[in-house]
């Protein structure tokens, strides 16, 4: 097969995309494909796919996350596969008592605010869960009862929670599924009564349609029809962020071992 052109494929920097761009590269190295990774924040990554600086992007959360960063150029690419169901959450650590803390409008509680850790560590800024954490400290007065909502890196978020579980603190998290926390620690979701977390999200491979016309049939139609799930994104971010593989080798070491799944997407 010609190669030519290169693929230029946009990962979001955060490891779990980083999982499922594993994948999606991998499928087109099988089928003869070179590709060059670029990497960058989210609002930063989709000026690139708008501006024809990229070719295809892992992925789009949409309609709720990254609805509003597509739709300047929504007309210029073509949705591929529904890698995905990611959604975003409020959680807690599973010995924070269900029967005292089950929802958002909980924290504001005046005997439960007394027991919370008050900084609610959060990522980048142009992450869904960042806008829509923002909301619900908001909507919920939540910085009446000294709680703050700060944005930072992915490994700062994780950090704050990992180190408030090792000390048993009763610590919120500004989470999403599919995250590799989610493969060693239960972390139940807080109910959040006026959907700010907007829901089910579809994790959709983008790409433009200037570049679509690269792809062969097989190999798009392996893009159009590959699936996932928050499970395996799930395991391959371990994979990455704990167990030290990059994302490629992960991505292959999976698709061995699951064959039968793999080829469904080629039927």
């Known amino acids: ?72 150029f929504k007309d210029e690419v073509i949705k591929l596969g529904a890698l995905y169901e990611p959604f975003a959450l409020w959680g807690v650590p599973d010995y924070v008592p269900a029967e005292l803390v089950s929802s958002v409008a909980d924290l504001a509680r005046p005997e439960i605010a007394h027991e919370m850790v008050k900084l609610i560590q959060g990522i980048g800024p142009g992450a869904g869960i960042s806008r829509f954490s923002r909301e619900i400290v908001k909507k919920y007065r939540l910085d009446e009862w000294g709680y703050e909502f700060r944005n930072g890196s992915q490994a700062e978020c994780e950090s704050a929670f990992e180190s408030g579980v090792a000390d048993r603190r009763w610590v919120v998290v500004p989470l999403w599924e599919p995250q590799h926390l989610h493969h060693v620690y239960r972390i139940r979701a807080l109910a959040e009564p006026h959907s700010l977390l907007r829901g089910k999200d579809a994790a959709t491979l983008l790409i433009r349609k200037d570049a679509a016309g690269h792809l062969d049939s097989v190999t798009r139609t392996a893009l159009t029809r590959m699936r996932l799930g928050n499970t395996v994104v799930t395991e391959l971010d371990h994979a990455i962020s704990r167990l030290g593989r990059s994302p490629v080798d992960a991505a292959a070491e999976w698709m061995r071992h699951n064959k039968d799944h793999v080829d469904s997407w080629y039927l």
């Open 1 to 72: 097969m010609n190669a030519e052109p290169v693929l230029r494929v946009g990962t979001i920097d955060l490891s779990f995309h980083h999982a499922a761009s594993g994948v999606v590269q991998e499928v087109l190295r099988l089928a003869g494909y070179r590709t060059e990774q670029i990497t960058a924040p989210h609002v930063d990554l989709f000026a690139s796919l708008g501006s024809g600086e990229l070719d295809l992007l892992v992925s789009a959360w949409l309609p709720g996350s990254h609805g509003e960063y597509l739709e300047p």
